[in-house]
């Protein structure tokens, strides 16, 4: 593992800061404390992060507009400025490569942070890969686990890449958009990005109804004639690299895809219109389309519906995500039949080709390594992927690793909580083939972290983990694991940067 850099006392770094500045840049990036990559000069004044006794903060040194843009506690005529959202926001003015940016028609990878600590590690993994980061990724539905707000979500992304020296391109995804309200607000905090989940207005019962109630009920729908118009006797055949797909619609089937997706698509369609109205240009975000969070397949017929009536409503999306075959549990690898997947993957991916391109997008992909390869393969490496539990784990890891006496003991408040936490999830999680934690040696720990079962304990749990308090008001687990990350950080980069990095190798995408 590397070496972890060492915390500063704030009289002493500024004493240091003090004396380096006046030999530049390259002196500055000497100074124990500072991080070397985040040195940068702008209008007459020095900006970079330092790890202090107090945790990190923004090292402001000179004068001028942009030094009196950050506030924060003077030391011997060394600013130390918190980073807190006022400052993430002077940064972005200074520093415009800390604000997210749409992704347009590029591959890109999204990677949650669910502790707002990752970034750096993150865009190790990226650094040598032609893929569009997406560093900020947070469903709405989980930020409450973890106690961050939307705008902490965006600001540690940007305070990450400021450490790292990053002066590139990434995204904010706001993910699983429910309601016109979360989009507009997450467009106003500086998302980029929106993954519309219409799971609440896709009505699966009308599958099961028959062609003549089926016909009866699309005839209600106002759109009705338009729809039919589309559709009715008519046929489409894209084929390309021995793969073939033929849409046609029976009467019957157009009413029963119309009844499931019609609400769905008008939603969308409403938000989209009203994230227009805001951004005022067509590139000023990226648009996610995702019918996944169902129960049953997406089918081709499905796919080519809601992709042309969206397109007849002025939508334009960069991907869209299909539910698929088999199971996607939170953490672990693809469970199912995978020559099934391959071949309804190798559909959607063709259908996309041809109504857009856009991309196809893949959620709940942390760990998925035996079907990357064909996620790569038959999108021609044009994708888009979303991880977030996998980079938590790897966080549990550093745990296991640096600081085994409180894995344990979040390995056993995890087996506690989990029935209760399990809820919110599909998993198969088998408890019993988890081998007691007393029984194990510290260094058997972290191989608990590369077992199926132990990881979804772990994932299930995070929200508890990072939220529960003890009977005087106190954190639980929260404030130690943010203190073992911060001591441990760059064990922690290191962690992502391979496990990260094998997820982007394993999907084929190319080195720069
Ligand atoms: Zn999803």
Redo the contacts with the bound molecule.
Sequence with gaps: MSAELGKVDINELAQEAGKAVGEGAGALAKVEGIYPLSVKFADGAFFCLARTGQGKRLVVLGEGKAAGDFSGESVSGVKFCALDAENAAALRNYFPWTAPVPIGRRASFGTGDRLGVATPGHLQAFAPYEIFPVLAQQSMRELGRTGRTAQDVIDDAGWGAFEAGYVGTFAADAD?IKKIDEALDCYRLGFTMF?I?ASDQIDLQAVHLSDEQALTGFREIPAYRQITERYADKSWNFSRGGVSVDIAFSDAELARCALVYHKAVEHMAAIYDQLRKVSGAEAGFDFEV?V??TETDTTERDHFFVATELAERGVKWQSL?PKFTGQFQKGIDYIGDKAKFEQQFAAHALIAENLGPYKISV??GSDKFSIFPLVGQHTGGYFHL?TAGTSWLEAVRVITVKNPALYRRMHEFALEHFEQDRASYHVTTDLAAIPPVDSLADSDLPALMDKVDSRQLLHITYGSLLSCRDGAGAFLFRDEIYGALYDYEQTYYQMLERHIGRHIETLGVKRR
Excluded: G, I, L
């Design positions: 699983h993954t989940d995702s996944d969070e995500a959620h709940s979303k």
